[in-house]
């Protein structure tokens, strides 16, 4: 993972010494609210329902175990002792004290960390696949490229002040990890005929009141000529963007109003005549990215594995996290394993101090100091020997945090919702918890493949629900919250938007409609049929019919 | 007072304009397609972007429009909603100063618009226009950008 140099570390402990001055100048009453406002989101400090909730950002999704450690020394020390990672593989702390948010930016610089532009109008935390550098079918690490990103976006001048929050996912796979299709603009990279990389740029995706599936916008552009082309996207977008009406504010809006093909000779107008020499040291940035980034030392990694489960003894319940957790590593003997925040009938997302400083130690032993988040709220220890597996399985049940549940419908995406969120108008929490706690007996008997179920909160769609194969909107009728499904959803490279399925349903009602739903499926489907291919063949109404009996 | 207008200069000085001279400058909206402009537009020793609205940055972008592909060569300055946290961006896409009216200048205070000339973070991965500023690229590879 990139380790940071001295310039990287100033910029971060400069930005957190002028947010310090920005909350003294708004507790000495020199600034009002209004005017702290856009200082504040720009270091990823909200106001919520009951308090500030203070988004840090995890840049494309990488830890280090130190940086695990201090973020449940945080939890502690600052917090009610846990913190909830977010589907923009961020981590939020929801009741920071607003004088103390300066000294918890202070402690994350301390271990490479910060809050910069987790919120505002501006280029947010860049994603990526969860298994990058170690995913076994990977043609082109993301990893380098994040970062450059990353840099470049950090407090750009022109870009602070868009017409609404912009969203960069990358994928280097063809299995797309990182739900590019649904981001302002979704980086495809892949290896070219002479064997260097190009990415693909998909740009109009989203979700929220308006979804839509990005479109191809360029095809092959080589690495020295993406952060002008980039640049030239983000310069269009920020002047013909429209900012009379938020709720149209986006890309993929000023795409459908604008036409691809006018937008895509609007850009190449402003990459032709773009002035390049701010991105002469790119190729050589690049290069110092990726040779300042340490490389886990396979070869010499901890032998021990003194718990390992030979197949000698069985193990039903090792067995059954062993399928459905890990993942194939590029490595022979490596493993990516995955870890749940989705026990049945809890909070997703949400982890307790202990679990992350037992994780963090977790990752010095058997992963080479490094984590991951995911979008779907996990985590991931992405370099594990496969003989360290049983050791590392039994270390996780001690923490609660072995649930065999990756990728089934109980490893359910949910918003903060009601419980939380100023913007919320119905709960998503106590729905996905009531709707874990049903499913997970179901799930145990039988074999369900991957299914998503997402559950949002409000129309903004922040747990993704348009791209579920079953997705939930809960919407407030007449002071009464209703839910909303959705079928045939996904966000992997066929991305598609969801289909409403019928009249919305009570809290209650909805853990027994998705039952029905998953039931029905599991009687039609034909042998390795998914959710959403059984949908789209059978159609909107037999799965109706099942649920709303 | 509330006719004298309070130039901000990047090298730190403060000086004060009558309202209506200031009128009388060339300017140009935030919002100005650069597409759309010629020369003739911008033919004039001092040039006013006007900032329309406190989260709208499209000044930022056609100042640096104006100043690269039209090679503007005269004084540029930032007019209207904009305020001191803004200032590092101004300077950075080139601006030479800003132009505040009295009532806006005694809001914030001449202390902390001046320190804003000075800010906290001196640092840009980027390159930057601004003298107060340094590149981080540049810094690691020597390479002017």
């Given at each position: 993972m990139y380790q940071y140099d001295q310039l990287d570390q100033s910029i971060v402990e400069q930005r957190s010494a002028e947010f310090r001055a920005q909350v003294e100048r708004r507790l000495a009453g020199s600034i009002s609210e209004a005017e702290f406002k856009p200082l504040r989101l720009m270091n990823g400090l909200y106001l919520q329902l009951h308090a500030y909730m203070l988004r840090v950002a995890i840049p494309y999704g990488v830890l280090s175990s130190k940086q695990m450690a201090k973020l449940a020394d945080i939890a502690d020390k600052y917090d009610r002792g846990y913190g909830h990672f977010t589907t923009r593989q961020n981590i939020q702390f929801n009741w920071?004290?607003?004088?103390?948010?300066?000294?918890i930016l202070d402690d994350l610089a301390g271990v490479q960390m910060h809050a910069i532009q987790t919120s505002g109008n501006c280029i947010r935390n860049i994603t990526t696949d969860p298994f990058a550098g170690a995913a076994a079918d990977e043609e082109v690490d993301p990893r380098p490229l994040c970062e450059l990103l990353r840099q470049w976006s950090t407090l750009h001048p022109e870009f602070a002040y868009l017409p609404r929050k912009f969203k960069f996912a990358i994928t280097g796979s063809a299995i797309d990890r990182a739900a590019i299709k649904?981001?302002?603009?979704?980086?495809?990279?892949?290896?070219?005929s002479d064997n260097r990389p190009l990415t693909d740029i998909w740009v109009g995706g989203g979700q929220g009141r308006t979804p839509k599936v990005a479109q191809l916008f360029k095809q092959g552009v080589a690495l020295e000529d993406l952060l002008p082309y980039l640049e030239a996207i983000m310069r269009v977008y920020n002047r013909y963007g429209r900012r009379d009406n938020k709720y149209k504010a986006r890309i993929k809006i000023l795409l459908a109003e604008t036409g691809l093909e006018k937008l895509q000779e609007q850009v190449e107008a402003e990459f032709q005549s773009l002035d390049r020499t701010p991105f002469v040291n790119v190729a050589a940035e690049l290069q110092r990215i990726t040779e300042n980034s340490l490389t886990p030392d396979y070869a010499s990694h901890n032998e021990s594995g003194e718990l390992t489960n030979n197949g000698s003894v069985p193990h039903p319940e090792f067995d059954a996290w062993k399928?459905?957790?890990?993942?194939?590593?590029?490595?022979?003997?490596?493993?990516?394993?995955?870890?749940s925040l989705k026990p049945a009938g809890g909070i997703p997302g949400d982890a307790t101090s202990r679990q992350m400083r037992e994780l963090a130690e977790l990752a010095v032993r058997y992963s080479?100091?490094?984590?991951?988040?995911?979008?779907?709220?996990?985590?991931v220890l992405p370099h594990v020997l496969e003989r360290d597996l049983f050791a590392l399985w039994q270390a996780l049940v001690e923490i609660e945090l072995a649930e065999d549940n990756i990728d089934l419908p109980s490893d359910i995406i949910a918003c903060p919702g009601l419980d939380y969120c100023a913007l919320a108008t119905?709960?998503?929490?106590?729905?996905?918890?009531?709707?874990?706690?049903k499913i997970r007996a179901t799930?145990?008997?039988?074999?369900?493949?991957?299914?998503?179920?997402?559950?949002?909160?409000?129309i903004n769609a922040c747990a993704h629900h348009h791209v579920a194969n079953i997705g939930v909107l809960g919407l407030n009728k007449g002071g009464v919250e209703n839910y909303q499904l959705t079928l045939g959803g996904r966000n992997d490279q066929n991305a598609s938007i969801g289909e409403r399925l019928g009249p919305g349903v009570s809290?209650?009602?909805?853990?027994?409609?998705?039952?029905?739903?998953?039931?029905?499926?599991?009687?039609?489907?034909?042998?390795?049929?998914?959710?959403?291919?059984?949908?789209?063949?059978?159609?909107?109404?037999?799965?109706?019919?099942?649920?709303?009996? | 007072m509330s006719d004298v207008v309070r130039l901000l200069k990047a090298d730190g000085t403060v000086g004060e304009i009558d309202a209506k001279a200031v009128a009388m400058f060339a300017s140009l909206e935030g919002e100005t397609d650069p597409a759309t402009l010629s020369v003739s537009d911008i033919d004039a020793d001092i040039l006013l972007i006007e900032f329309t609205g406190a989260a709208d940055g499209r000044g930022f972008s056609l100042?640096?429009?104006?100043?690269?592909?039209?090679?503007?060569?005269?004084?540029?300055?930032?007019?209207?909603?904009?305020?001191?946290?803004?200032?590092?961006?101004a300077l950075q896409t080139g601006f030479d100063g800003v132009l505040v009216p009295a009532e806006r200048w005694a809001d914030y205070g001449a202390e902390v618009w001046k320190a804003a000339l000075s800010p906290i973070v001196k640092l840009s991965y980027a390159s930057t226009r601004s003298q107060g500023l340094q590149s981080i690229w540049q810094l690691r590879h020597g390479t002017q950008s």
């Open positions: 920071p004290k607003l004088i103390e948010t300066p000294d649904v981001h302002d603009i979704g980086l495809r990279l892949r290896k070219g399928q459905q957790n890990v993942k194939p590593h590029k490595v022979r003997g490596y493993v990516i394993a995955m870890v080479h100091d490094e984590l991951r988040v995911t979008h779907r709220q996990n985590l119905a709960r998503s929490i106590p729905i996905a918890q009531a709707v874990s706690a799930e145990k008997k039988t074999d369900l493949g991957g299914i998503s179920v997402n559950i949002s909160g409000c809290g209650d009602e909805v853990p027994h409609v998705i039952e029905r739903i998953i039931d029905f499926y599991v009687d039609v489907r034909d042998a390795g049929e998914s959710l959403s291919d059984t949908y789209d063949r059978v159609g909107k109404e037999p799965f109706k019919e099942a649920a709303y009996v | 100042a640096k429009a104006v100043l690269g592909k039209m090679a503007y060569q005269g004084k540029l300055y930032a007019v209207g909603c904009i305020n001191p946290d803004q200032l590092s961006m």
